[in-house]
């Protein structure tokens, strides 16, 4: 033992936590538990915060849940998932989209959540550059904040239509050297969708250039004109990223999948095996029901069609008339700069002084987000008339 140490303990609190934990928080959660708060006491709030459906699960998925946890052990399952359900969702690509993608390149996971841990763990060492949207879903960078790596933004806006150009990517990659680009579209928070030249440009410079593409299409199949186009469509060696949680109204499940290129498989697989073993065997299960759904499912996305058109009817008659494009998922990202520069204040009232709960812009956009609000229409259709009604109502809506 050294001189002077001792196995006295020390002081409480003078041990830290890692750095790679320092990480903002996610402020939709925030919102989500002063809403509860204000539930709690009495208050009536109307949801418009949290990407959630307002549908339970569809009935073929609760009914093989049931059946389930009746006649199974539900155990682990393998790493990659269930068989029946990797088929199953292979023939969804086949279904939808016209194309092939083989069975054994579908990896079963814990949600989109794990999805993004393990892609980026597969393809992104510690310091690595990840170029992102802004603005876009506060997860990304945060998660790859906590692996040690980085996220260089690309501001987009109005005049590229919210998404990010093919010129911006390649002067991001000529100025800092990237190793990946990640693209959600339908995108959160903006609702807007890429279009499929665009999205094609994309694609191929990153694999001009070897960078790894990313595509979440967690919002595939919530669109309400044309339908969203698959990364898939362009090239096979993209990681793909989808969920039940959205279009399947599956968030608590926790059940979601990967397509990766067929070399990635059995990194992703020894990745699973150790960080999550497998994702729940009775979530798998309902999943696989839920593909048998689509009637029910698509009444739902109907429910949020007619959600969409009556909010962006309504939110411009309160005042709020500076929309991105609502092209799918179920979200309106309004610019709030005619009535306020902070937007996480201004929806701090919007909760209290009316009861409508919805998301600051911040935690889509450090450096732009306090002059936008992210509304929810996933909820009911009387909840969304009602908060219109509200929101007409509301003084700090009308200009000074």
Not at 38 to 43: D, K, P, W
Not at 44 to 52: A, D, F, K, R
Not at 85 to 99: N, P, Q, W
Not at 206 to 211: E, F, I, P, V
Request: proline share 6%.
């Amino acid at each position: 033992m050294a001189e002077n140490e001792t196995d006295e303990p020390r002081p409480a609190g003078t041990r830290k936590p890692a750095a790679r934990s320092d990480i903002a928080s996610f402020i939709v959660m925030d919102v989500m538990r002063a809403a509860a708060e204000l539930e709690a006491r009495g208050l009536s709030v109307i949801h418009m915060e949290v990407g959630q459906p307002g549908t339970p699960a569809p009935e073929a998925a609760l009914a093989a849940a049931r059946g389930a946890i009746a006649g199974e052990t539900l155990g682990y399952t393998a790493a990659l998932g269930m068989d029946a359900l990797r088929r199953r969702i292979a023939k969804s690509y086949r279904t939808r989209y016209g194309i092939d993608v083989g069975e054994d390149r579908i990896v079963v996971c814990t949600g989109s959540s794990a999805a993004f841990i393990l892609a980026f763990l597969a393809l992104f060492d510690a310091g690595a550059r990840v170029a992102l949207p802004s603005p876009g879903y506060p997860c990304y960078r945060h998660i790859l904040s906590a692996l040690g790596c980085r996220s260089p933004l690309i501001e987009t806006g109005p005049e590229t239509r919210w998404m990010p150009t093919r010129d911006a990517v390649a002067a991001l990659h000529d100025d800092v050297g990237l190793d990946g680009l990640l693209i959600a579209s339908p995108a959160n928070p903006t609702g807007t969708m890429i279009e499929p030249a665009r999205l094609a440009e994309l694609v191929r410079f990153c694999d001009a250039h070897g960078l790894w593409f990313v595509s979440d299409e967690i919002y595939h199949g919530l669109t309400y004109g044309a339908p969203a186009t698959t990364a898939l469509a362009v090239s096979q060696d993209v990681v793909v990223i989808n969920s039940f949680s959205k279009y399947h109204a599956m968030t608590g499940w926790r059940i979601g999948w990967l397509v990766v290129p067929p070399a990635l498989v059995r990194v992703v697989e020894r990745l699973q095996q150790n960080l999550f073993i497998s994702a729940p065997a009775v979530s798998q299960v309902a999943a696989l029901g839920a593909f048998e759904a689509t009637e029910e499912l698509e009444r739902n996305r109907e429910a949020y069609a007619r959600n969409r058109a009556l909010l962006l009817e309504a939110l411009p008659e309160a005042g709020l008339t500076a929309l991105a494009p609502a092209d799918g998922a179920f979200y309106l990202y309004a610019d709030v700069s005619a009535f306020t520069d902070d937007a996480r204040a201004f929806a701090s009232a919007m909760l209290h002084e009316i009861g409508v709960a919805v998301t600051p812009g911040l935690d889509f956009d450090e450096r732009r987000g306090h002059r936008f609000l992210r509304f929810s229409y996933a909820g009911t259709e009387a909840d969304m008339a009602e908060a219109a009604h509200r929101l007409k109502g509301w003084a700090r809506l009308s200009k000074a």
